[in-house]
């Protein structure tokens, strides 16, 4: 979407100019001819856009869409044109890229454009979840329940996320605390007690001899090791931003005993969930597994979904190659084998959801649990060996010059 300046003269002859938001020199035409204006002089304008709404990869957040879902089904289920719900919604959402979104999706409609189509030109800033379901709405004439569907599926994925986040933060801010104490102590504490042993003509204990030359390296190279550290982890998140070192590191973490439990989990309750709204939406199988796995979160199991696209797009059923790829859990398997017997795999799928969503948050919370006094007494044992360290050739030079 573009802004053009545009003078034209009316059917008395009077000069009108003004500024219309358009895709096109033509919508602008369009328009001023359905004001029965002849067009004069069109001319598109250089916007200065804030760099804060300006991201070439940036996307509406789950939690935004959420909130906006919610407020556009409520409208339309009262009966709201959507060019008026376009226009109230961007006028009430917080989010600055959401709401410049909004506002230009309400010009198009507002000039004829589908609501599927005007979604689908911005399908970089909005999942495909996301304009896949508003096109299968719009399709069946169902818009209202589909975008509430979709509300209380951005919901989920929302609070999901949310508890990954809290169950890891604890942990990495631990350990973040921990690394801060232990820098500290060995680069500042620990060298006010060099004079002090060297003084006492004593062999010193392994344990502090060891902190001592930890101490000294510290000292000498910690400038060094920090930016090999910070080299490391920008070299380490380049490769996995690429393909092939981001598939090796999502095989490399499938492999960890707890990790990949959970891994599995997250992914079964996205597989499940995703697919049920899809197809509850009405959308085919095929188009709706090559939504699914993209937003799986994982490229082992993207790469087993593909051939599972791919034996479907022939025929085949959806229950017997996914066991195959013994990737998702059992019950899951013959929850799909029930749903595809039945007719009813979309109300499987949403029940198989459900599950997997309670038993990962008793998961996450069992092991958050365990972390915090793990945590604790990780970082109580650094420092008691650090104390420890530097008391016990004190607690010898007082035996000595008793």
């Given at each position: 979407m573009a802004k053009y300046k545009y003078l034209a003269k009316d059917l008395h002859g009077t000069t009108i100019s003004g500024?219309?938001?358009?895709?096109?020199?033509?919508?602008?035409?369009?328009?001023?001819?359905?004001?029965?204006?002849?067009?004069?002089?069109?001319?598109?304008?250089?916007?200065?856009?804030?760099?804060?709404?300006?991201?070439?990869?940036?996307?509406?957040?789950?939690?935004?869409?959420?909130?906006?879902?919610?407020?556009?089904?409520?409208?339309?289920?009262?009966?709201?044109?959507?060019?008026?719900?376009?226009?109230?919604?961007?006028?009430?959402?917080?989010?600055?890229?959401?709401?410049?979104?909004?506002?230009e999706i309400h010009t198009e409609v507002q000039t004829g454009t589908l609501l599927s189509n005007a979604f689908h030109k911005r399908r970089n800033s909005f999942p495909l979840?996301?304009?896949?379901?508003?096109?299968?709405?719009?399709?069946?004439?169902?818009?209202?329940?589909?975008?509430?569907?979709?509300?209380?599926?951005?919901?989920?994925?929302?609070?999901?996320?949310?508890?990954?986040?809290?169950?890891?933060?604890?942990?990495?801010?631990?350990?973040?605390?921990?690394?801060?104490?232990?820098?500290?102590?060995?680069t500042a504490v620990v060298p006010m007690f060099v004079g002090i042993f060297a003084r006492g003509y004593m062999e010193l204990p392994l344990p502090t001899q060891m902190l001592l030359s930890l101490s000294e390296f510290l000292t000498k190279y910690g400038i060094i090791v920090l930016l090999l550290l910070a080299i490391v982890v920008f070299v380490f998140f380049v490769i996995i931003s690429r393909d092939k070192g981001r598939r090796k590191w999502h095989g490399l973490i499938l492999k960890l005993p707890i990790i990949k439990r959970l891994i599995l989990l997250t992914v079964s309750a996205r597989f499940a969930g995703t697919l049920g709204i899809l197809l509850g939406a009405g959308i085919p199988l095929v188009r709706s597994l090559d939504i699914v796995k993209r937003v799986v979160g994982n490229e082992v199991v993207r790469e087993g979904l593909q051939k599972v696209q791919d034996m479907t797009r022939i025929g085949s059923g959806?229950?017997?190659?996914?066991?195959?790829?013994?990737?998702?859990?059992?019950?899951?398997?013959?929850?799909?084998?029930?749903?595809?017997?039945?007719?009813?795999?979309?109300?499987?799928?949403?029940?198989?959801?459900?599950?997997?969503?309670?038993?990962?948050?008793?998961?996450?919370?069992?092991?958050t649990t365990l972390l915090e006094p793990a945590m604790i007494v990780l970082l109580g044992g650094i420092v008691a060996f650090v104390v420890l360290a530097i008391a016990m050739p004190m607690f010898e030079m007082m035996n000595i010059v008793n």
């Open positions: 500024v219309y938001q358009a895709t096109n020199r033509d919508d602008v035409i369009r328009m001023l001819r359905q004001k029965n204006y002849y067009p004069l002089k069109i001319e598109k304008v250089l916007q200065v856009r804030d760099i804060r709404d300006m991201s070439l990869w940036a996307k509406v957040g789950a939690k935004d869409l959420s909130v906006m879902c919610k407020q556009l089904a409520a409208m339309l289920k009262a009966g709201i044109p959507i060019v008026q719900c376009l226009d109230v919604l961007s006028r009430q959402v917080s989010n600055r890229l959401l709401a410049g979104l909004l506002k979840l996301f304009v896949s379901m508003i096109e299968a709405g719009e399709a069946s004439g169902s818009l209202d329940v589909v975008v509430d569907n979709l509300a209380q599926h951005f919901e989920k994925e929302h609070k999901l996320k949310q508890k990954i986040k809290s169950a890891l933060t604890y942990p990495v801010l631990v350990l973040l605390v921990a690394s801060g104490v232990v820098y500290f102590l060995l959806m229950s017997a190659p996914l066991e195959r790829l013994n990737l998702f859990p059992p019950m899951l398997i013959q929850m799909l084998k029930v749903g595809e017997e039945s007719g009813a795999i979309d109300e499987m799928l949403l029940k198989t959801a459900e599950f997997y969503e309670t038993d990962l948050e008793n998961s996450l919370l069992r092991l």
